[in-house]
């Protein structure tokens, strides 16, 4: 018996009732009710380092890190510091420039090869959306690719066939856009360049952009396969589309520079989020200096936000990139994700589970299937009953994990030997009672 004691979830159940009353569905976002494992969601009271606490008093090991950013963990005390001295002395908002966004933006630079100019949003969503606007604006097209069970935030032309929560609850294409908004949306198999090339065959000229999840998280984690992004590079470069990357999951995630640095291809635009607010609302896309200039007020592509590039939000990123850009960082978070995946593997072959354990760096998802997850296809082969009996199994024993197959496990940096040796541990079980179902 791994199940030290039986957990308590009085005080979630409870206010999981009374935020049904007042909040659809209870959540402010999709797949935080944990539909798609059929139970009631945990409330959060608190979380510090790797660990999360309920309303009950129960703790967990986090492997959700509020969805990516928490590359740091909980409360990590450099950016608590940072954040309060900005409180003290500085404000939260003024809708007028600061240094700080002066600074964030130089650390984006920087950072990601491809960026000479970036501005500032205040989510993922956003950056998405403004970046394929720019892109229209840039090349005069209307059409935009983008692949199945990818996940680009909700603007309505990129809701179609889209990942994340709009996959795992059935609605990958949702009521209420109209038409109109999804006849300019072209959408191509992830890792099939065959199928892009006839794509562009038909209809190159017209295409403004293409965007991607270089490594994709938001239909569980798949690699892109050897070759796709270069060819994806090629091909608009061909056709003088401009081809983006949403690294709003996997900027400053899966290596510093993000996956473009990591497999070494130059995007014309990049999307961030996540990491780069160091756990508060922050968005960016950025890209080559001639494009990035068409953008309001130096250009007429207009975008703007009251609250974008406010001084908590980016000192809260500041502070987090000042730590994961020192040296080893990326190392260490590679060793810990390799021990943890092998130690899955281990777990889920004594409890003769068939998985696909994809992983790119600090990116997990184990996928409840025999086949190699490559695409969309794929990863809809996988048995969701036997993830939601290992979801609820790992809950128990204290490791809470995304509530959906389709969605990534991500370490961060204070994720150690002893969480990677529990949450193994309870994975053993769970594999077992998984494979009951
Ligand atoms: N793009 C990707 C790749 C994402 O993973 C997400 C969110 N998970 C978004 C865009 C949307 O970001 P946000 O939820 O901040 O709007």
Known sequence: GFLKVPKDFSKSVALYEEALKIIPGGVNSPVRAFKSVGLNPVFI??????????????????????????????????????????????????????????????????AVHSIDMVRLVNSGTEATMSALRLARGYTG???????????????????????SGALTLGTPTSPGIPPGSAVNTIIANYNDLDGLNEIFKLEGEDIAAVIVEPVTGNMGVIPPAPGFLEGLRNLTSTYGSLLIFDEVMTGFRVAYGGAQQLYGITPDLTCLGKIIGGGLPVGAYGGKREIMERVSPSGPVYQAGT????PLAVTAGIATLEIIRQPGVYEQLEQSSQALASGLAEAAGEAGAEVCLNRVGSMLCCFFTGQDVKDYASACTSNTAQYAAFFKAMLEQGVYLAPSQFEAAFMSLVHGDGEIDETVEAARHSFKTAMEK
């Open 45 to 110: 009271s608190r979380g510090e380092g790797a660990h999360i606490y309920d309303a009950d008093g129960n703790s967990y090991i986090d492997y959700v890190g509020s969805w990516g950013p928490l590359i740091l963990g909980h409360r990590h005390p450099h950016v608590i510091e940072a954040l309060e001295r900005c409180l003290r002395e500085v404000g939260t908002s003024f809708g007028a420039p600061t240094e700080l966004e002066n600074i964030l933006a130089a650390m984006v630079v920087e």
């Open 141 to 163: 097209r209307n059409k935009i690719v983008k692949f199945e069970g990818c996940y680009h935030g909700h603007a309505d032309f990129l809701l179609i066939k889209a990942g």
């Open 307 to 310: 609250l974008s590039g406010n």
